[in-house]
C-alpha cells in the first residue's frame, strides 16, 4: 500500500549560500541552527554583515541558540516560538529589498508555515531555500475531523481526534505544512493492517 | 457556447435524493442524453480537450451549462452538504474579482440558455435576478458582496448543478485558490487548496509519467476569454451519491464492499465529469466546471452501443487505474454483469447511442 511519485511530496535540497543575493534572511528552529552556521560561514567575508538577519527559535525541540550566538556572526534574534519568529520575519520582509534570499532550517511543519508567511509577503517561493533537520515525523491532518496529529512516524495511525485508523498519503500540502490522513478500513471494518514504518 | 434554438427546455423533476433512501433515477430522455465517455473499445489518458462551442439539439453539450431533470435534487443535495460542512465553499481573499467574474458568466449563460428559467436584468450596477426553479428573485449590486446573501460566487453556485473550482494564474502557473464541492470524486477542496496544478494533480497515476498534465497546462495557460473548452472524465460510484468526498469516505467507503452479483446492476454507476474551463475576464482566473452525471449499470444497458462498450472497456482497463478510480474491488462483478449483452459485434465510432 504506498503511492509511489506523488508530486505534491515536497523535497529539502538543503541551504546554499548565494552571495549574489543582496540581502539574506535565515531562520532556524531547533537543529536548524547548525544549518545556518554552515549557511552563515560561507556569507561572512563576502556579504556585507549588515545585509544578513539571523532569526531563530528552539521550538518544540533542543536549544542550539549557542550556536549562533558565537562572536563571528551577526547577533541572532532569539524568540521562543514560531509565531514570534514570523512576526519578526514580516518585520524585515516589509523593509526588503529587491533580490532578497531566505535560508529556512527545521522541521517539516515550521518550514512550511514561515514559507507560507512569507509568500503572503510576496516573497517567490524559488527565493526561498529549504533544509529540513530536527524532529523528524509527518504532520498529518486527518481529512474527516480536520485534527492534526504531529511527529507520525508509521504509515498507520489511529487519529487523536475521532479515534479513526487513517493511512498517511504523500499527498502534502504546503499551505497547510502537512500530509493527508484518510480512514484506511473505511471498505472493511476492523481490518486495519500492520503500521510499517514512514519514510519522512 | 449555447444558444436557445439547441438548448432544449427541461422537464425537471421533483426532488430525489442522493443519500439514504437514494430515490434518484434516471428517464428514459435523460438516459438517451447521458454524456456517455467512451468512444473506443478501450481507455487510456489523453489531454481529450476539445472547444466547448455548443453540441447537438438537447445534449448536455448544447449549453454552456447544463440544467438537467435533476436540478432541484442536486440543489437540495448542495444545501445539505453545505449545511453540514461550508468548508466545501471556500474562496481565497484575493480572488473576488473572480468571484463576481463567476457570477456574471453563470447569470448571462443561464438567461441565455433557459430564458423560461432564469431572467437577468441589469440597470446598471443595479442587477436583478430571477430564478424560477428555486422562487429567487433578488435585486443587488454588482461589485458589492454586502448586497447579497452570500459571497458572490458562493451565492451563484448553490443556483446551478455541478461543481466549480477557481484558478487564479501567476508565473505560468494555475492555483486551486477556491471551489464549490459538492459532489466530488474523491478529492479535498479544504486540503488542495492554493496547490498548484501539478500538486493537485499529484495522486493521479501514470499521467505525470506520460506527460497529460504538462501539454494540459499549456493548454490552459492560453485559454482565451470567449473560447472555453471542455473534456469528459470518469470513474464507477455505488448507489447515486454524489458526495463520494474524502470528508466523508470513512461513511461511503464500506459501499464499496455490498456490491454482489444480485445487485451490481443496481448499485454500480458511472459517474460522468463533463468538465468545461473558462477564462474570466476581469480577474484572468480560470472558472472550472465539474458537472457530474450519474447513470446505473441496468440503465445504461437499455442503450445496447453502451453496453457493449462498458464491457469493453471494463474489462481491459489496467489494474492501477481501477485502483486508482476505486473499483477494483469489484470490477468482476461490473465486467459479469456486462458480459451478456455484449455479442462482441463491431461497434460504431464515436459515443453517440445510435
Not at chain 2, 224 to 246: C, K
Request: charged fraction near 25%; proline fraction near 7%.
Amino acid at each position: 500500500m504506498s503511492e509511489p511519485g506523488i508530486k505534491s511530496k515536497p523535497n529539502y535540497p538543503g541551504l546554499e549560500p548565494d552571495t549574489s543575493a543582496r540581502q539574506h534572511l535565515l531562520i532556524g528552529e531547533a537543529d536548524g541552527a547548525g544549518s545556518l552556521a554552515r549557511t552563515l560561514d560561507g556569507l561572512i567575508g563576502t556579504a556585507n554583515e549588515d545585509t544578513i538577519t539571523v532569526l531563530y527559535t528552539p521550538g518544540d525541540g533542543s536549544d542550539h541558540s549557542s550556536t549562533l550566538t558565537a562572536a563571528r556572526y551577526p547577533t541572532p534574534t532569539i524568540s521562543a516560538q514560531l509565531e514570534d519568529v514570523i512576526t519578526a520575519m514580516q518585520g524585515v520582509l516589509r523593509d526588503a529589498r529587491m533580490g532578497t534570499r531566505m535560508y529556512v532550517a527545521g522541521s517539516e511543519p515550521f518550514i512550511w508555515a514561515v514559507i507560507r508567511a512569507a509568500r503572503e509577503l510576496g516573497m517567490a517561493e524559488a527565493a526561498i531555500q529549504r533544509e529540513r533537520c530536527g524532529l523528524m515525523g509527518r504532520s498529518v491532518i486527518c481529512v474527516h475531523c480536520k485534527t492534526t496529529a504531529w511527529r507520525v512516524s508509521t504509515t498507520i495511525y489511529q487519529c487523536p481526534g475521532c479515534e479513526l485508523h487513517l493511512f498517511v498519503r504523500d499527498h502534502f500540502s504546503r499551505r497547510w505544512g502537512v500530509y493527508q490522513g484518510v480512514c484506511v478500513d473505511a471498505e472493511a471494518p476492523g481490518e486495519v493492517p500492520e503500521p510499517e514504518e514512514l519514510e519522512p | 457556447m449555447g444558444n436557445e434554438a439547441s438548448v432544449a427546455v427541461p422537464e425537471v423533476k421533483p426532488v430525489e435524493t442522493f443519500r439514504d433512501d437514494f430515490t434518484f433515477a434516471n428517464s428514459p430522455k435523460a438516459i438517451r442524453r447521458f454524456p456517455f465517455p467512451f468512444t473506443e473499445d478501450s481507455y487510456m489518458y489523453s489531454v481529450n480537450i476539445e472547444p466547448h462551442n455548443g453540441g447537438p439539439a438537447g445534449s448536455p453539450y448544447a449549453p454552456a451549462f447544463d440544467i438537467d431533470e435533476h436540478y432541484l435534487s442536486e440543489v437540495e443535495e448542495r444545501r445539505k452538504v453545505l449545511a453540514e460542512d461550508p468548508s466545501r465553499c471556500t474562496v481565497l481573499e484575493h480572488m473576488m474579482p473572480a468571484q463576481w467574474d463567476t457570477l456574471e458568466l453563470l447569470m448571462e449563460s443561464l438567461s441565455t440558455d433557459y430564458p423560461d428559467y432564469f431572467v437577468l436584468t441589469r440597470d446598471g450596477d443595479q442587477w436583478t435576478w430571477e430564478n424560477r426553479l428555486l422562487g429567487i428573485k433578488d435585486t443587488f449590486t454588482f461589485g458589492d458582496p454586502d448586497t447579497l446573501p452570500y459571497e458572490p460566487f458562493e451565492y451563484i453556485t448553490r443556483q446551478v448543478q455541478g461543481d466549480f473550482t477557481l484558478h487564479d494564474q501567476r508565473d505560468n502557473m494555475l492555483y486551486m485558490d477556491g471551489g464549490m464541492l459538492t459532489c466530488q470524486a474523491d478529492w479535498s477542496l479544504q486540503f488542495d487548496l492554493g496547490m498548484n496544478f501539478y500538486e493537485w494533480h499529484g495522486p493521479v497515476p501514470r499521467a505525470h509519467e506520460m506527460g497529460v498534465f504538462e501539454r494540459a497546462l499549456k493548454y490552459l495557460l492560453n485559454l482565451r476569454v470567449g473560447e472555453p473548452v471542455r473534456r469528459l472524465n470518469w470513474t464507477m460510484t455505488v448507489h447515486p451519491r454524489m458526495d463520494t468526498s474524502p470528508e466523508n469516505y470513512h461513511k461511503w467507503g464500506i459501499d464499496r464492499a455490498t456490491v454482489t452479483p444480485e445487485n451490481v446492476g443496481d448499485y454500480a454507476h458511472l459517474r460522468v465529469e463533463l468538465q468545461s474551463l473558462y477564462r474570466l475576464p476581469r480577474s484572468n482566473a480560470v472558472l472550472f466546471s465539474i458537472r457530474c452525471y450519474l447513470i446505473s449499470l441496468n440503465e445504461l444497458v437499455t442503450i445496447p452501443k453502451w453496453a457493449k462498450r462498458m464491457h469493453r472497456v471494463i474489462k481491459t482497463l489496467p489494474e492501477d487505474l481501477a485502483d486508482y478510480k476505486g473499483f477494483i474491488g469489484y470490477r468482476p462483478m461490473v465486467v459479469d454483469y456486462l458480459a451478456p449483452f455484449d455479442d462482441g459485434a463491431e461497434l460504431t465510432p464515436g459515443a453517440a447511442p445510435e
